[in-house]
Nanobody, 118 residues
């Protein structure tokens, strides 16, 4: 029910925009997070939009470079000034609580690979 897309190969300093499309439910009242997981590393949440207070949170590792946005049943992650350490599989997830403090999500996207390399 969540479909993530937009990954690819990009050079350091480049940009990519990831998309997360919801089907069969309305994202309006959900909190939406973007996670990433690199090989051998733990999953990291890089961004979360809370529908409860209309606030977006970012991990320190991406703050100032990544931008979350959403419209209709789509969520986006604009990734700028990409670095090699941003290489990972990126996932979107949604929780009906609307809250970013929860750890359990109702829906997960399938993941999209982002590779930053020259």
């Amino acid at each position: 029910q969540l479909q993530a897309s937009g990954g690819g190969l990009v050079q350091p300093g480049g940009s990519l925009r990831l998309s997360c499309a919801a089907s069969e439910f309305n994202l309006d009242y959900f909190a939406i997070s973007w996670f990433r997981q690199a090989p051998g590393k733990e999953r990291e949440r890089v961004s979360c939009f809370s529908s409860r207070d209309d606030t977006t949170y970012y991990a320190d590792s991406v703050k100032g470079r990544f931008i979350f946005s959403n419209a209709k049943n789509l969520a986006y992650l604009q990734m700028n000034s990409l670095k090699a350490e941003d290489t990972a599989v990126y996932y979107c997830a949604a929780t009906s609580t609307g809250d970013c403090v929860v750890r359990e999500y109702d829906y997960w996207g399938q993941g999209t690979q982002v590779t930053v390399s020259s």
